[in-house]
């Protein structure tokens, strides 16, 4: 069974390759902000078969998610007991709307307390900015009761 998200397939960035890995792999193995300088780190490759157990298991209470908008694509991160996060972002649309597929884009350990409070503050504010446009979702509703 191939990896899904949502039921759409999940795709892998192939290109560029970097010595002779796909650089989504190698993305998801490797740390560094500059990505001809980066080094493989032993904890992702480690955790490299966490990336399909979260996917898998998205909805279950241990894994937090939310969506970003960055740039011109909607992100869903994926993030398990603070520790470890998944990154996708849609791609393509269906003419139902949806992703054609979804792209992994990274995968990571989130172990320094800065970065678990940067992540808290990203989720939250994702999070209040879902309800409030569903509060506003609502509020447009037709109301069915007389009136």
Not at 38 to 67: H, M, Q
Not at 92 to 118: I, M, S, V, W
Request: charged share 30%.
């Amino acid at each position: 069974r191939k990896a899904a998200f949502k039921g759409r397939p999940i795709a892998v960035r192939k290109q560029p390759p970097t010595d002779g890995k796909e650089f989504g792999f190698w993305h998801c193995i490797s740390t560094g902000n500059v990505e001809d300088d980066r080094v493989p780190d032993l904890d992702r490759c480690s955790r490299i078969g966490w990336i399909r157990n979260v996917i898998d298991n998205a909805n279950a209470p241990e894994v937090e998610t939310w969506t970003e908008q960055r740039g011109p694509h909607v992100e869903h991160l994926l993030w398990v007991g603070e520790e470890f996060l998944v990154v996708l972002s849609e791609r393509g649309t269906t003419q139902a709307g949806n992703p054609d597929c979804y792209l992994l884009k990274t995968a990571y350990c989130t172990f320094r307390e800065h970065e678990k409070k940067k992540k808290r503050a990203a989720r939250d504010a994702a999070r209040k900015a879902n309800a409030a446009s569903q509060r506003e979702a609502a509020s447009n509703t037709p109301s069915t009761h007389g009136g």
